[in-house]
């Protein structure tokens, strides 16, 4: 079954997110309408190899001409370096604004080409077409593009939301074990924000899909998307309730920075689930959750071999994560700024936050207490 989730609101040009299975073969025939000049596929190598042939040969048959762009795998690409080789590539390619750009593969990929896209003679029209989880259910869904620069990640990009999203289940049997367990910690974040029935599903029988059953993924993927489409047509620019989303990004980023960005050490899910993990713990110890709720969050993430404790990932100073949680896009004037909740299903934002009670809560977590 194949479903179609609009994406509405604000300033935007609505757009569909379209999710099922066997929907490679389809991208040129839903491309078609859009496609008024050629495409240039953005993609990395390992995706390229895996879907490139495929999705240049669905255009073909729809009578869009394309060409394969790619990028090296890894956060390494989120960089100025590759922005402005991918710029200079498409330029060479001699597109024009009536062109599109195709993001073929996960989060990096999307970042990248939507960033490209969002700057390319001022802007011209992109597809996301998402390989992995994580990107299907979050980075593929409400316009963020961004590159990478050695203080932070997401630093530098601008909201540039596609014309279409296009979510292949099938794809999603080609990941390796630990990226889908990474993509699934996003899913729980979205239960975990505003939906405690969702959350309590995927705790129980849809726990399925994060060892890859495809029924359990495609209704986590759709609900997911439901989720974040909801919070982007109300706030697409993150002035107030987009900042949701961000349910363990805060913690996750400063880790991920600490660790620089190694993926091979921690993947950007595994991140996630460890911020959101410590974004409940947190919530516990200044009063505004109850503890069987962080209980709770940890045995899901567990369950699905995720991160919940920083001693799971590596050592860490205290002061080290708190200085690089003062420089997220969320702090405003250096104060801290973090998602927490008042229970499963109910996230809120919470302003100006002390950051010596972070730092010293940082410092029981990094020693194991």
């Known amino acids: 079954?194949?479903?179609?989730?609009?994406?509405?609101?604000?300033?935007?040009?609505?757009?569909?997110?379209?999710?099922?299975?066997?929907?490679?073969?389809?991208?040129?025939?839903?491309?078609?309408?859009?496609?008024?000049?050629?495409?240039?596929?953005?993609?990395?190598?390992?995706?390229?190899?895996?879907?490139?042939?495929?999705?240049?040969?669905?255009l073909?048959?729809?009578?869009?001409?394309?060409?394969?762009?790619?990028?090296?795998?890894?956060?390494?690409?989120?960089?100025?370096?590759?922005?402005e080789r991918v710029i200079d590539r498409m330029l060479a390619f001699q597109l024009d604004r009536k062109d599109v750009v195709v993001a073929l593969g996960g989060g990096v990929v999307g970042d990248l080409a939507g960033l490209a896209a969002a700057l390319f003679m001022r802007g011209i029209d992109f597809v996301q077409v998402p390989t992995t989880l994580l990107a299907q259910v979050d980075s593929s869904v409400g316009g963020k593009t961004a590159i990478d620069t050695p203080r932070g990640k997401n630093l530098v990009g601008t909201f540039h939301q596609p014309r279409l999203v296009v979510a292949d289940i099938d794809v999603l049997a080609t990941l390796p074990e630990r990226q889908l367990?990474?993509?699934?910690?996003?899913?729980?974040?979205?239960?975990?924000?505003?939906?405690?029935?969702?959350?309590?599903?995927?705790?129980?029988?849809?726990a399925a899909g994060a060892a890859g059953d495809p029924g359990a993924l495609e209704r986590a993927v759709v609900r997911s998307v439901e989720i974040k489409s909801a919070i982007v047509g109300e706030?697409?620019?993150?002035?107030?309730?987009?900042?949701?989303?961000?349910?363990?990004?805060?913690?996750?980023?400063?880790?991920?920075?600490?660790?620089?960005?190694?993926?091979?050490?921690?993947?950007?899910?595994?991140?996630?689930?460890?911020?959101?993990?410590l974004a409940f713990r947190f919530s516990v110890e200044i009063g505004a959750c109850q503890p069987e709720e962080g209980a709770k969050v940890k045995a899901a993430l567990d369950a699905a071999v995720l991160p919940t404790r920083l001693t799971q990932v590596g050592a860490f100073r205290a002061?080290?994560?708190?200085?690089?949680?003062?420089?997220?896009?969320?702090?405003?004037?250096?104060?801290?700024?973090?998602?927490?909740?008042?229970?499963?299903?109910?996230?809120?934002?919470?302003?100006?936050?002390?950051?010596?009670?972070?730092?010293?809560?940082?410092?029981?977590?990094?020693?194991?207490?």
């Open 181 to 206: 367990r990474s993509g699934w910690a996003e899913v729980l974040k979205h239960g975990l924000i505003c939906d405690a029935d969702f959350f309590d599903w995927l705790s129980g029988e849809g």
């Open 319 to 369: 002061a080290a994560l708190v200085k690089r949680m003062a420089g997220d896009k969320k702090a405003e004037g250096g104060r801290l700024t973090l998602i927490l909740a008042r229970r499963i299903g109910e996230a809120f934002v919470s302003k100006d936050v002390d950051a010596a009670a972070v730092t010293a809560f940082l410092e029981r977590e990094i020693a194991g207490r």
């Open 235 to 277: 706030d697409e620019k993150e002035a107030g309730r987009r900042a949701l989303l961000n349910l363990g990004h805060t913690f996750g980023h400063a880790i991920e920075a600490e660790l620089g960005f190694d993926e091979t050490k921690l993947t950007h899910g595994e991140a996630v689930a460890l911020g959101c993990a």
């Open 1 to 58: 079954m194949t479903t179609v989730v609009p994406v509405s609101g604000g300033d935007f040009r609505p757009y569909e997110v379209v999710v099922g299975r066997g929907l490679m073969a389809e991208l040129g025939e839903r491309m078609a309408p859009l496609a008024r000049g050629r495409t240039v596929v953005i993609t990395d190598e390992t995706v390229g190899r895996l879907h490139g042939a495929a999705a240049l040969a669905s």
């Open 60 to 83: 073909k048959a729809a009578g869009v001409h394309g060409r394969l762009l790619t990028v090296p795998p890894g956060e390494g690409s989120k960089s100025f370096a590759e922005l």
